[in-house]
């Protein structure tokens, strides 16, 4: 039953995470929302104020790249909730600029934010949930496959965590499934920015990727998520949401 279940979001506070905490807590799921900046949860709350029940949520600031921090943070799940379920690995930074102007703390701080991310919460997440079944829900994007202009640290840390992914899932098989969301261009503040979507033309250019013919909407990604909570048999595998922007 939902309401048994308990669900870690990291990156829960803005975007695609926030949006999924306010939908799983309307089914009844327990959610530890990670976050790194306070104002992030004070509009969230504002402007949900279910996600403001003491009872079912619980926010966590943390740098997932921060061992010590991460611990604290399921540590605090346990303390809370008994046990932790799902963990939902969205955490994550963008720091773009063409490959020659890259510096060495743009590309660190970019990989420690995903990938490193992604591992230590992935350790620590089966460390804190030694005895049931559970998944694992990774998050990377087409450019880890593709590549993309400006973005080598991004691209480099997804492409990783598809690899990573893969090696989770059969290293915690079948205990553990692990999968990766691949979202496309979903109607984030991220991707609105980055792409100008919010002028003619910026939006016209990026229709011309997608054959569906539309961005992304929340519920697109949200239906996706709750399939593959719901897909007992499927470890190891990658579930692109991008309307044929990228296929594979």
């Not at 829900?137 to 480099?156: E, V």
Request: aromatic share 8%; net charge negative; charged share 25%.
């Amino acid at each position: 039953m939902n309401e048994e279940r308990v669900m870690v979001i990291t990156g829960g506070s803005t975007g695609l995470g926030s949006e999924l905490a306010k939908y799983f807590v309307s089914k009844g799921f327990r959610l530890v929302v990670n976050y790194f900046f306070d104002k992030d949860v004070q509009e969230l709350i504002g402007n949900n104020p279910t996600l403001g029940n003491k009872d079912k949520v619980l926010f966590s600031q943390a740098d997932v790249s921060n061992r010590e921090q991460v611990q604290s943070m399921f540590d605090n799940a346990i303390n809370k909730f008994g046990r932790v379920d799902i963990l939902l690995n969205f955490a994550g930074i963008n720091r773009d600029a063409p490959f020659t102007e890259i510096t060495d703390d743009m590309w660190d701080s970019v990989i420690a934010a995903h990938l490193k991310g992604h591992f230590i919460c992935g350790q620590e997440y089966v460390a804190h949930n030694p005895d049931r079944e559970g998944l694992i829900l990774n998050i990377g994007a087409a450019c880890g496959q593709m590549g993309r202009k400006n973005g080598a640290n991004f691209c480099s840390a997804k492409g990783a965590i598809f690899a990573l992914t893969k090696c989770m899932a059969l290293e915690l098989a079948p205990r553990i499934r692990v999968n990766c969301l691949v979202p496309g261009s979903v109607k984030t503040r991220e991707v609105i920015d980055r792409y100008d979507l919010e002028t003619d033309d910026g939006l016209e250019k990026e229709l011309a990727t997608l054959p569906m013919g539309r961005l992304g909407e929340f519920e697109d990604i949200i239906h996706m998520v709750q399939s593959i909570i719901d897909a007992k048999f499927t470890t190891g595998a990658n579930f692109y949401a991008n309307g044929g922007q990228y296929m594979h």
